[in-house]
């Protein structure tokens, strides 16, 4: 049993870290400004090789990426769910899923280099990018520990799994808040941390931007540390799955203080990145426990060691 689910594990494993490095290097195209460094699509500047120059190589290497390790690890994926666990809806639905993502965000990609990035291509681009990958985070925390159970009851909406799905779909919206802040060019728009230009309420249209992004994150973040802060202490909760709780939370406070210091750097772009980059780390990692909610314990273990 445990020699049939290998491959399924490792590829599903391979894809969330590959398409984690797709969002990652996504991220740093954005900040770097490198979008249109390649003003073509899917050529760059007329030839498959792009020139020797710094956007256009980010650019293409964000492409290269995208359709030569990404794409085929995540059809492998799905083609194997389909042949070998045929008879397991929560790894064929999911891994199909994230196959037709993959099409549609390769054409939203090329879309927003063509449109010449226009601010809410951008932001759905991101957005689709961050269910990508948490289609593939689906597949591969079932490809572990088997297919989702409910015990044949509802859950009360004040249980642990309820609260954690809503905490990871908070942490979704977070994201996307993010995104519109980059997208509408707010990022610059209060240059202190916690206020914005030493006040509390905003003063232009950019500024309530940047200002809101971080009111979502007070609200998000209040609340998912509750819940992880639950997961964390629950004595009923495996000893894997409390650490991973409290890893996860761990992860969204430093997430904070890295948001902070993007804004006392000046918004230097390697802080950018890292701050995109710890966003999609909090996503898996929620992402993970509030799936992880919907098992029986004693599996949860098993995926902490696998």
């Not at 939370?249 to 902070?260: D, E, I, K, P, S």
């Amino acid at each position: 049993m445990e020699q049939s689910y290998f491959w399924i594990r490792f590829l599903s494993t391979l894809s969330v870290l590959c398409v984690f490095g797709l969002v990652v290097l996504g991220g740093v195209v954005r900040v770097t400004g490198s979008g249109l460094g390649c003003p073509d699509w899917p050529l760059c500047y007329g030839s498959w090789i792009p020139p020797l120059e710094y956007t256009a190589i980010i650019e293409y290497s964000h492409r290269f990426v995208a359709s030569v390790i990404v794409s085929p690890i995540v059809v492998l994926t799905c083609i194997l769910a389909w042949l070998r666990h045929r008879g397991e809806r929560w790894l064929v639905i999911p891994s199909s899923v994230s196959v037709v993502l993959l099409i549609l965000q390769a054409l939203l990609g090329g879309v927003t280099v063509l449109t010449e990035l226009p601010g809410a291509v951008v932001a759905s681009h991101l957005a689709l990018g961050q269910a990508f990958l948490g289609c593939l985070v689906l597949v591969m925390v079932v490809s572990y520990r088997g297919p989702l159970g409910f015990h044949g009851k509802p859950y009360s909406w004040v249980s642990f799994p309820v609260m954690s799905i809503i905490a990871s779909m908070g942490v979704y919206l977070l994201i996307l808040s993010g995104s519109v802040v980059t997208a509408t060019h707010a990022t610059g728009a209060c240059i202190a941390w916690p206020l914005c230009n030493s006040t509390l309420v905003p003063d232009t249209i950019l500024s309530a931007i940047h200002m809101g992004h971080r009111l979502v994150a007070v609200i998000v973040g209040c609340f998912l540390i509750f819940v992880l802060n639950w997961g964390w202490r629950d004595g009923e909760k495996t000893k894997g799955f409390r650490i991973l709780s409290g890893v996860a939370g761990g992860t969204f406070l430093l997430q904070v203080v890295v948001g902070a210091f993007v804004v006392w750097s000046g918004f230097q772009s390697h802080m950018l990145a890292f701050h995109l980059a710890m966003s999609a780390l909090v996503w898996v990692f929620v992402l993970i426990v509030a799936i992880l909610s919907l098992t029986r314990s004693q599996y949860i273990d098993g995926i902490i060691r696998s």
